[in-house]
């Protein structure tokens, strides 16, 4: 086969890439690397699901690979050095869940904001004593400048809310925060000012625990938070220590580690951390524009192969939906490789 899909693609991109290649779907494979690789030992491109972890070692056993594509937004699970070294291009659909994140983040502050909400939804009658608040006229604290957070700022600012922001890696005279405005503040400031803090940092070793103690220290008191970064960015016996003192009020996080909130972590049993399974990118929009964004690339890095010439990837897809179309019509004819 030329090329193995471990993930699903949705089945317009399916059918058009069955078209131009020999196409094979085995899902089980992610789950068994010791058939993964006799399956694909010949096989010159596949879209690996999030939890396949992509190693030098397994490279080694599959010679004809030219190119490795993952639907979801993240290369943590690939090792880049060793695809370069191999002349392997990897293909991640960037931009493809920046809205359905940032959604994702927007409906999480409204929630927190009114979690009577839910409560009332659940049927209960008298769901909460807590008085809710408004979104408009509070300040939200930005937590890293991820291409999310551009397209959060601007919902959150059309609901008449103050930004301010951090990111260890934007200084604070960049034009950036000005675009999106924000006010750049210090990481105290951001702590001591924000009702809210929204996270969505994009996570490096080096940050690992980035939210710890010393930070904590300076929250407002009664402070909400949501978030999708990775959940090592969090130093969980801190976060458990905010939580339960009352630093912050409530939290939802995206995606986290399967051991956060084990049973041997201080997180464990925690009612005010709410923990949902990856469901900022899980939009049926977010898999159509990844599954189009990595069928057209994966062909095009394959075309190059088979034809032996370099790979240049074709200008960067409109990553917007168009409005007029649902996503069950949206064809070919209406994403064209530009």
Not at 35 to 48: E, N
Not at 105 to 115: A, M, Q
Not at 136 to 147: D, K, M, N, Q, V
Not at 213 to 221: M, Y
Request: a neutral charge; charged letters at 25%.
């Amino acid at each position: 086969m030329d090329i193995l899909l471990l993930d699903a693609l949705v089945p317009e991109a399916m059918t058009w890439l069955e078209s131009r290649h020999s196409v094979e779907y085995r899902p089980e494979l992610a789950d068994d690397l010791v058939l993964l690789r006799k399956a694909a030992y010949k096989t010159r491109g596949i879209v690996f699901p999030r939890q396949t972890v992509v190693t030098r070692d397994f490279l080694d056993f599959l010679p004809k690979l030219k190119a490795v594509g993952r639907l979801h937004v993240g290369t943590d699970n690939t090792d880049l050095e060793a695809c370069k070294e191999r002349g392997i291009k990897v293909i991640h659909a960037s931009s493809a869940n920046v809205r359905s994140n940032a959604e994702y983040l927007l409906s999480s502050l409204l929630l927190l904001y009114r979690r009577g909400l839910v409560s009332a939804l659940m049927g209960k009658r008298h769901p909460t004593a807590q008085m809710g608040r408004e979104l408009h006229g509070s300040t939200i604290g930005i937590l890293g400048l991820a291409p999310t957070a551009h397209t959060l700022a601007g919902m959150l600012t059309s609901l008449g809310v103050r930004l301010i922001g951090y990111d260890p890696a934007v200084h604070h005279t960049a034009p950036i925060w000005e675009r999106l405005r924000i006010q750049p503040v210090t990481l105290t400031e951001l702590m001591s000012q924000a009702d809210a803090v929204s996270v969505q940092m994009l996570y490096a070793t080096r940050f690992r625990g980035f939210v710890n103690d010393k930070l904590l220290a300076a929250c407002k008191r009664g402070q909400l938070w949501v978030g999708i970064s990775r959940s090592a960015l969090f130093d969980e016996k801190a976060l458990a220590a905010a939580l339960c003192d009352g630093r912050i009020e409530a939290c939802i996080l995206d995606g986290a580690e399967d051991n956060f909130t084990g049973e041997a972590s201080p997180l464990n049993g925690l009612k005010n951390l709410f923990i949902t399974p990856r469901l900022g990118s899980h939009t049926r929009e977010a898999r159509l524009r990844s599954s189009w964004y990595v069928a057209h690339r994966m062909h095009e890095a394959i075309s190059a192969e088979q034809r032996g010439v370099e790979y240049v990837p074709s200008a960067p897809m409109d990553m917007e939906l168009p409005g007029a179309i649902s996503p069950s019509q949206w064809g070919e004819k209406d994403l064209m490789i530009r």
